[in-house]
């Protein structure tokens, strides 16, 4: 298994709609997880932590699953300005050593 | 108001030339990195300094060198540039612990021709 794999998509969504994500790796170690987003020729940002089962900020909802060592993020209601790709990113060893994921390219239609 | 900010944005040169990228944070973090983004948009970390020292060093080619002349900077020389080095160069720093965020400047773009 690839130390941190995502769909690579595109998902081509219509405004509003509901899309998931999601990310496998393989250090059952970690502790710490991310999604960070990176618009079209710009740097990455992080977008949500995941420390525990999940999190959630308003519209965007990441969900760990250690036993079968996923991550997935939904996006509710998605708007377009959420076209981007979301970069799945897995420490390895301590936070400071990222492992990012290949990416995932979503584009939001009117 | 820039927090974490790379010269210059755009670098073109030929095979052979020696370069550097420089970076600078003014958010007081303790540790820098540069990642790598090649064509295929995959991010790879190349390095990291904690407090001026090398803590992380990829498996990079020796014509790269980092140096931290103080923990607010991390500049990136490459000597004798390959046709391979043409990607994005993304410097981010983060506080000392475990779960602080990375912050990344805005890339610096070099094509090698």
Request: a neutral charge; hydrophobic letters at 30%.
């Amino acid at each position: 298994r690839k130390e941190v794999e995502q769909d690579p998509g595109p998902f081509n969504v219509p405004e509003g709609a509901t899309v998931a994500f999601n990310c496998t790796y393989s250090n059952s170690a970690s502790q710490s997880f991310f999604w960070y987003r990176q618009d079209c020729r710009k740097e990455p940002k992080l977008l949500m932590s995941v420390y525990s089962s999940g999190n959630e900020d308003g519209r965007f909802t990441a969900q760990l699953n250690r036993a079968s060592q996923y991550i997935s993020l939904l996006i509710r209601d998605s708007k377009l300005s959420d076209s981007a790709t979301y970069l799945c990113v897995v420490p390895r060893g301590s936070a400071r050593q990222l492992t990012f994921g290949s990416g995932t390219q979503l584009t939001v239609l009117p | 108001d820039t927090a974490v900010s790379q010269t210059p944005k755009y670098l073109v040169t030929q095979m052979g030339n020696d370069k550097s990228i420089k970076c600078e944070q003014n958010l007081g973090h303790d540790t820098m990195y540069w990642y790598k983004q090649d064509s295929k948009k995959f991010l790879k970390i190349m390095f990291s300094y904690n407090n001026k020292e090398l803590i992380i060093n990829e498996t990079v080619p020796n014509r790269f060198s980092p140096k931290s002349p103080d923990k607010a900077h991390l500049n990136l020389h490459i000597n004798s540039l390959e046709l391979g080095d043409s990607a994005v160069y993304f410097c981010a720093s983060s506080q000392g612990s475990d779960q602080e965020t990375q912050y990344f400047g805005p890339g610096t773009r070099l094509l090698v021709l």
